[in-house]
C-alpha cells in the first residue's frame, strides 16, 4: 500500500518511497522517476501554499528540489525520517533560497541591458534591418521570461561569461543557472514556435 510506514526489527523504515530512495542512492532512474512522479506535484503544492510564488518559481522549486534528491539520496538514514518527511526537508530549504534570491531582483530587465545603443555598420540595408527586426523580437521574447531566467540568458548569450562565472556573479548554486538556462531556452523555444 502507497504511503504505508513499515518499520523492520532493526528500527529501519521499509516503505515504498524509503525503498525508492535508497535505491535512487544506487543511481536506479527507474527509482527516481517513480519518486519524482509521485513527490512532484506534491511539491509545487507546497511551494503555492502560502505563498505568492508565481507557477514558473513552483516549476523551477520542483526541479531544485528534485535534483537535490537525485544528488544526496545516498545521504538519506531510513532510521531518522520517512523519504517524505527528507524530501519536503530540502523542499522547505530550496522555498527559502528561493524567496532570498527572489527578493535581490528588484529591477526589472529591459532591453537596453540587452544590447548597446549604438548601431553597428553593415554593408547591406536587407542585413541591417533583418537585424533590427530579429533583436527587437528577442528582447520582445526575453521581456516575456521571468526576471532572473532573463538576467541568466544575457549574461550568458550576450555578455559571453560562461555558468560558472555566471553563478558567481549572481550569487547562485551552478546547478540553479544551468536550471534556469534550461528552462529558459524551452519557454524561448515555445515563443518561437508561436
Known amino acids: 500500500m502507497v504511503g504505508t510506514v513499515s518499520v523492520d526489527a532493526s528500527g529501519k523504515r521499509n516503505d515504498e518511497w524509503s525503498q525508492c530512495l535508497i535505491q535512487v542512492a544506487e543511481q536506479d532512474r527507474d527509482a527516481f522517476a517513480k519518486l519524482f512522479t509521485h513527490f512532484a506535484p506534491l511539491i509545487k503544492a507546497f511551494a503555492h501554499n502560502g505563498s505568492a510564488l508565481a507557477a514558473s518559481h513552483a516549476e523551477e522549486l520542483v526541479q531544485e528540489v528534485m535534483i537535490k534528491v537525485w544528488q544526496k539520496a545516498a545521504a538519506y538514514n531510513?532510521?531518522?525520517?520517512?523519504?517524505?518527511?527528507?524530501?519536503?526537508?530540502?523542499?522547505?530549504?530550496?522555498?527559502?533560497?528561493?524567496y532570498r534570491r527572489l527578493q535581490k531582483f528588484d529591477t526589472p530587465i529591459s532591453a537596453q541591458d540587452v544590447w548597446p545603443d549604438g548601431?553597428?555598420?553593415?554593408?547591406?540595408?536587407?542585413?541591417?534591418?533583418?537585424?533590427?527586426?530579429?533583436?527587437?523580437?528577442v528582447k520582445e521574447m526575453l521581456q516575456q521570461l521571468p526576471h532572473e531566467q532573463g538576467q541568466i540568458l544575457v549574461k550568458v548569450y550576450m555578455e559571453g561569461k560562461s555558468h560558472s562565472e555566471v553563478a558567481k556573479d549572481l550569487?547562485?548554486?551552478?546547478?540553479?543557472v544551468k536550471s534556469r538556462v534550461r528552462l529558459a531556452m524551452q519557454k524561448l523555444e515555445l515563443l518561437v514556435e508561436k
Do not use: H, M, V
Open 119 to 137: 548601431e553597428e555598420d553593415l554593408e547591406e540595408p536587407f542585413t541591417a534591418i533583418q537585424q533590427r527586426r530579429d533583436e527587437a523580437k
Open 171 to 176: 550569487d547562485l548554486p551552478l546547478g540553479t
Open 78 to 98: 531510513p532510521l531518522k525520517a520517512a523519504a517524505s518527511t527528507w524530501i519536503y526537508t530540502i523542499a522547505r530549504n530550496c522555498r527559502t533560497d528561493l
